[in-house]
């Protein structure tokens, strides 16, 4: 029996030229390139100019996805973006990234789910599409972290993991016959837990507060992201296993089955525990974090794109994704590629 479900029709990613090393951040910190190698398998990151904005990446991502799905954008019917950094307070950063796409009158929503943001952003597309809401939807995943962190010694724990990009996906309606080998998203999984929000996050400026910003706030410092790391790495760890067997338990699938895993890019080790609990090969998972850090939502999208340009990521293949971060959130996707 047919089936309307989602497809991935076209893939995108855009980062900026500019690469920072692990050595040039220890010109500017007391870091080294040993201590960041060694515990997040970091080398590099892309860090924008001052002109270019997190619309602009996404903008950019998002016309290589709907190129790349021999698309034009009056094809779509709908923009999400998910981001943690947004152009601005408000409106949200998919109403930029329409304006740059020049398509008014789309529906464009932001998902502000952090590293979880395009497993979230790509559920949501998923259901739009199933319930028949929309047929062409641009999932857009794009992060400009370089401009909030504390780039002195006093933020070093946070600010040598992120860098700058943006991945997109032009998702679509399709009729499946047979799932088992045409191309299409088999499940999303989607988890949240605030008691764990204040374990990275970024306090102000914001409305919890007497006055949404103030000279106090900025000279404590509360506009930089805050870390308990050794709770994010633990929670990481647990949960994106979780949400893994989840993903495949849903569709009586194996490790084995699986193709390819693109998680997340917060610590290499963490996607090597989370591989070693579950008995994944190294060789099935593919990792961007050596040389783009964690771009928090933009990371799977990245993913998907150089896996595909390394040859690893082929049609027909099962693909699991799965993600963990601010929220806490945490969440899986099976695709059929
Ligand atoms: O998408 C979610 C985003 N984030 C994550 O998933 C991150 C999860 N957490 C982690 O990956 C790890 O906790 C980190 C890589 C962030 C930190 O590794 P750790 O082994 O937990 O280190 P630590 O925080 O316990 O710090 C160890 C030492 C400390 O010095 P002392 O107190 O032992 O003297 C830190 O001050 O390393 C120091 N340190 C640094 N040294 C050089 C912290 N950051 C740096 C740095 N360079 N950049």
Known sequence: MNQ?????AGLGM???PNVVTNDDLAERMDTTDEWITQRTGIKQR????PATSTSDLGAEAARAAIADAGLSGDDLDMILVATLSADHYFPGTACFVQEKLDLPGLPAIDVRQQCTGFVYATSIADQFIRTGFARRILVVGAEVHSKGLDISTAGRDVSVLFGDGAGAIVIEAVEVTDPTTESHVLSTHLHADGSGARELWMPGPGMAYERFITYEMLDKGLQFPEMNG????VNAVKRMGEAVVEA????????????????????LRINE???ER????????????DRFANT?????????AEARTAGVLEPGMLVCTAAFGSGFTWGSMLLRW
């Open 278 to 289: 579950l008995g994944i090969p190294a060789e099935k998972v593919f990792n961007t974090i």
């Open 230 to 233: 050794r709770s994010v790495y």
């Open 4 to 8: 309307t479900r989602a497809r991935i």
């Open 46 to 49: 892309h860090w924008v100019d």
């Open 296 to 304: 928090t939502a933009a990371t799977i999208p990245i993913g998907l």
């Open 273 to 275: 525990a989370v591989a």
């Open 14 to 16: 855009y980062v900026p």
């Open 248 to 267: 495949l338990d849903s569709n009586n699938s194996a490790v084995a089955d699986v193709d390819l895993f693109v998680f997340h890019q917060a610590n």
